[in-house]
């Protein structure tokens, strides 16, 4: 069995971020080779990356560089390419480039095209427009002739989040099925706390980037006795370490750019409630909601769009995207321990939702489905 995958990225960014993930374009090991198609000239060696192939053999093919106009150009040398590896399945995480190349092969070749969903597309597109309007034609170009030629083509679609699925529809796709990002249950459930990080701790974890809004987490600490860890990195590092400094919190509010994968559960394990106030229209319950869920916390979240809330409406604290409101609710956890533990509980029932071995079976059948059917 082979899978041709079209990813979004070089494997060697997902490699540099830390983000390379067991049996990730392999699930239950159900196929023999995985070859990635690769739009660089140059990536990583495939040892480095094995384990995201699982026991499948990897084979990293690089294009090179190929922008959205000259993608006919090179469509042509691409079909060779599929056609000589002969895949059973053909999958890709975008509707855009990447995504158009897959559709294309699937559509020359016969061959079955999984195309799985990570964002709110048109969401993203409107956040564009305010801060880039040359991009925001480019994307308005996608809109009207790439995506939703991808995503009528797609044999079969699978979304991250619920909020994603208008999107799907309004393009003409079929209603795509609702799977989670997959994390290690087992891992995250039973971490070890870190004795020496201060104590209550409030954990937050997610890229440093306008659309996490870290700014509110931050003030939110202001009036709360209590320490706070954000994990992350990201172009808005600098601008939040002016803010700790503004506000006087150096010594209540760390940022620690990363920490070792295998590491990061026993920081969820060491912390009291997790706070993110990330932007609910562009994601449901991003992973480092599940997986601080996993390890057990509370979690205080933005309220999500009416109808989008991801069964968290008894186990999350939903909150207005502001200071005060953080402040005020992350407080509710922090003074009464009893509904913290109780919470904390809930939590890790829901988290297994998301466990890999739940989200991988799924994949694997999803497979097995599409090519008996080719």
């Known amino acids: 069995m082979k899978l041709c995958v079209f990813p979004n990225d070089p494997l060697k960014s997902y490699y540099l971020k830390g983000e390379i993930k067991d049996r990730y374009f392999n699930p239950n090991n159900f196929f023999d080779e995985v070859h990635i198609i690769s739009f660089v000239d140059n990536d990583i060696e495939e040892s480095k990356v094995k384990t995201i192939a699982g026991n499948a053999s990897l084979q990293i093919h690089c294009v090179g560089k190929i922008g959205l106009k000259e993608r006919e150009k090179h469509i042509q040398r691409i079909i060779s390419l599929i056609k000589k590896i002969d895949p059973d399945v053909i999958r890709a995480y975008n509707p855009r480039l990447e995504g158009w190349y897959a559709a294309t092969c699937s559509d020359k070749l016969k061959i079955p095209f999984f195309l799985s969903l990570h964002t709110q597309y048109d969401y993203r597109r409107k956040l564009t427009k305010k801060l880039n309007i040359k991009k925001f034609f480019a994307l308005k170009y996608t809109e009207k002739f790439i995506e939703p030629y991808v995503i009528k083509k797609a044999s079969k679609i699978t979304i991250v989040f619920k909020i994603i699925e208008p999107y799907v529809i309004r393009l003409g796709g079929k209603k795509p099925e609702l799977l989670y990002n997959r994390i290690d249950y087992e891992r995250f459930s039973n971490a070890k706390p870190i004795d020496t990080l201060p104590k209550p701790l409030v954990i937050s974890v997610g890229n440093l980037i306008k659309e996490k809004n870290h700014e509110c987490v931050i003030k939110a600490m202001k009036n709360l006795d209590a320490y706070c860890l954000i994990i992350g990195k990201g172009v808005h590092q600098s601008k939040l370490l002016k ?132």
């Open 243 to 374: 803010l700790i400094k503004k506000e006087n919190l150096e010594n209540k509010i760390t940022i620690k750019e990363s920490v070792p994968h295998n590491e990061i559960q026993n920081y969820y394990k060491s912390a009291n409630v997790f706070a993110l106030a990330y932007d609910p229209e562009l994601e449901g319950i991003p992973m480092p909601i599940m997986e601080a869920m996993a390890a057990g916390l509370p979690v205080v979240i933005p309220y999500p769009k009416e109808n989008y809330s991801d069964g968290l409406e008894d186990i999350a604290i939903f909150s207005k995207r502001n200071p005060d409101a953080f402040s005020k609710n992350i407080k509710k956890f922090l003074d009464d321990p009893i509904l913290q533990k109780k919470i904390s509980q809930k939590s890790q029932m829901k988290a297994k939702d998301f466990d890999n071995v739940r989200i991988e079976k799924r994949e694997s059948e999803i497979y097995s489905e599409l090519i008996s059917k080719s």
